[in-house]
């Protein structure tokens, strides 16, 4: 297998301007797989209860998702999400949170899991992402994301991990926080100084940049007349980013790049309906057209000004 | 001559977490026209006091701008404006505006002004802009400025004279506000139905976005570590636009492309020092550096994905 997430699988019930939902599947591993299976095979790590239905399950089976590894407590409930968005569609308002089953989830990657060349730590405790990834030391690329939540209370975990992986995606915000610096160019400086070689600072409505070594690369959004639901958008591009440079025989700074547009392509899609919905029924010829266009709206020729008869 | 531009002329007091100044040169048609002056001829209609002394003067004559239509009332003083930003350099706190002999301001074009290809008004009273306009009806392409101020106080008078420019130039807050919309996009198109057949939405620290009637185009900011001084960032990143528009004989969606390469090019040497010192001292060599560094973080290759062994 060539992509293993471990995250969270969960309901999510959504109010929205648009319209209300009661029960959507969700979760940072669900929208990471979904997106990630249009360019690679992929397996999730991690734990339902025993309200997932067939209908979940299918969803997984339709794009080949391996969910060998996601355990399945016959006792339990699934980590369950309610949330708002106002009009400002880029904050989520927390109603209710039921951690259910994945209040006490320990990761059991399988063998097949281990042997996995590319890794991504959804949005867990930080100590887990720490202790999967030891788990996975074979693995050539593992990315990890977090959230503030993790970054107020245990920031020294979340730095213990980010020194343990390759590279760190995660919001603008929550890297000028961890990095206790508010020009993110200096935040990104710092965080990377602590081991990761990439970089990605998801932007929202701005897009999103990558920092590596030697370069700076920076995509914008894709334009949107209406957003209708952000909810998993970070792992939507975490997956296209991912599974693209799954797909690849060698990543380099080429392929991360388009990885970016990749992972800006599968974002957009994620919210323009509610949940998996779009996501799901997705072709690869929408995903291409998207990507052409991200090359359309960021071209320019390069000639450099000449001046014939200079002023200064 | 090729580019006029109507607006203030000032000074600027300033207090940053970087250091103090008592006596900048400052204004919206100073920070213009001197970004402007590095592609094109450039002439200035405003209006100064009779503080305004050599060193000011000489900083228009260094970069061969014209300064025939600024008026000098010899019983007046010059427009002053005293702010202060805090760390977050996003927003300039007003501490003081002295509008001094700005208030009963009257723009009084000459023939060689009226006679320019391209005008810019920048943000004074919305009927000033709409008069110059009006007043130089041989104007190939006119783009224009304002601010919420304006749009608070009286919207309609802003619309009129949206109506009669080919461009906007404005950030994305005053775009909102003016479409009465939250979505971008959207209020893009509101704006663009008034007449405009170009928008420019200036974003800070996240770049710029041009749209144009078939086109989305988007550019980051350039890189920096540490902003100085954001005061004129966006006249100077309207100078860099304007100005290489003037330089080039067709405007077309390739140029305005590059103009807007030009424009944060213009705008992000503008930040880092205090006032006009950065770019009163900038060489085109310079300039043409950091535009191909703008090609080397925006580019990528297109190659479209294709998937073997398709799972979807």
């Known amino acids: 297998m060539s992509l293993t997430v471990v995250g969270s699988v969960a309901f999510d019930a959504l109010e929205t301007p648009f319209g209300k ?52 407590v016959a006792d339990g409930k699934t980590f369950f999400w309610r949330g708002r968005y106002d009009y400002d569609l880029n904050t989520a308002h927390t109603l209710e949170t039921q951690l259910n089953v994945f209040e006490t989830f320990q990761p059991k990657p399988s063998e097949e899991s281990k042997n996995s060349r590319l890794l991504f730590l959804a949005n867990i405790l930080p100590m887990l992402q720490k ?8 693995a050539e690329f593992v990315a990890m994301d977090t959230m503030n939540f993790w970054i107020d209370s245990m920031k020294d975990a979340v730095i ?74 970070g792992d939507t591009f975490a997956g296209g980013f991912m599974g693209y440079l799954a797909s690849q025989a060698e990543i380099t700074n080429d392929t991360l790049r388009r990885a970016m547009i990749y992972g800006s392509v599968m974002a957009s899609f994620n919210v323009e309906e509610f949940g998996t919905e779009r996501v799901d029924r997705l072709t690869h010829d929408e995903i291409n057209e998207r990507f052409r266009a991200y090359k359309r709206m960021t071209h320019f020729e390069e000639i450099p000004f000449e001046r014939a008869n200079s002023a200064t």
């Not at 997932?52 to 399945?72: M, P």
């Not at 915000?173 to 993110?184: G, K, S, T, Y």
């Not at 998801?202 to 940049?209: L, N, Q, V």
């Not at 690369?217 to 007349?225: G, K, M, N, S, T």
């Open 21 to 72: 939902r009661e029960k959507l599947l969700g979760g940072a591993g669900t929208h990471f797989a979904l997106s990630s299976s249009f360019f690679t095979d992929v397996r999730v790590i991690g734990v339902v209860g025993n309200d997932f239905t067939e209908n979940e399950w299918a969803v997984f089976k339709r794009h080949n998702i391996n969910t060998d590894d996601i355990e399945v």
């Open 131 to 138: 202790e999967v990834r030891e788990q996975c030391p074979k």
């Open 160 to 233: 213990e991990t980010v020194k343990v992986v390759d590279c760190v995606i995660i919001n603008d915000a929550e890297a000028r926080q961890l990095a206790d610096e508010p020009n993110i160019h200096k935040a990104a400086k710092k965080i990377m100084s602590w081991g990761p070689k990439a970089l990605v600072i998801k932007r929202g409505e701005y897009g999103a940049a990558l920092f590596t070594k030697d370069e700076y690369f920076a995509v914008p959004a894709y334009p949107l007349e209406s957003v209708f639901d952000p909810t998993g958008a």
